[in-house]
């Protein structure tokens, strides 16, 4: 069982900075990915950046060069540092963690985002 918690959202101006946190506890095991979506109202859910164990990261082309996604180890915890936020950046913000076996994959429960204009 694993359970992820996230944390930092809130509001701010257009222009400002958020860095989300994501703390990760119980039984995780062979981490394939861990990462941020986001859903706005009346949207899906979308991708907004990936990290792999090696490090490796992704990120959609809307946050690019604006977000950066990291990771502490010794803390087993998922930033999501957001830079130049605007009010299309509105949304909940989900924590994920994509295991290697079995297909398993785990959310927070998401923390709200918003931006004003």
């Known amino acids: 069982q694993v359970q992820l918690v996230e944390s930092g959202g809130g509001l701010v101006q257009a222009g400002g900075s958020l860095r989300l946190s994501c703390a990760a506890s119980?039984?995780?095991?062979?981490?394939?990915?861990m990462g941020w979506y986001r859903q706005a109202p009346g949207k899906q859910r979308e991708l907004v950046a990936t990290?792999?164990?090696?490090?490796?990261?992704n990120y959609a082309d809307s946050v690019k060069g604006r977000f950066t996604i990291s990771r502490d180890n010794a803390k087993n915890t998922l930033y999501l540092h957001m830079n130049s936020l605007k009010p299309e950046d509105t949304a909940v913000y989900y924590c994920?963690?994509?295991?290697?076996?079995?297909?398993?994959?785990?959310w927070g429960q998401g923390t709200q985002v918003t931006v004003s204009s």
């Open positions: 119980g039984s995780i095991f062979s981490i394939k990915t």
């Open positions: 994920n963690l994509e295991l290697w076996v079995a297909g398993q994959s785990y």
């Open positions: 990290i792999t164990t090696y490090g490796s990261t």
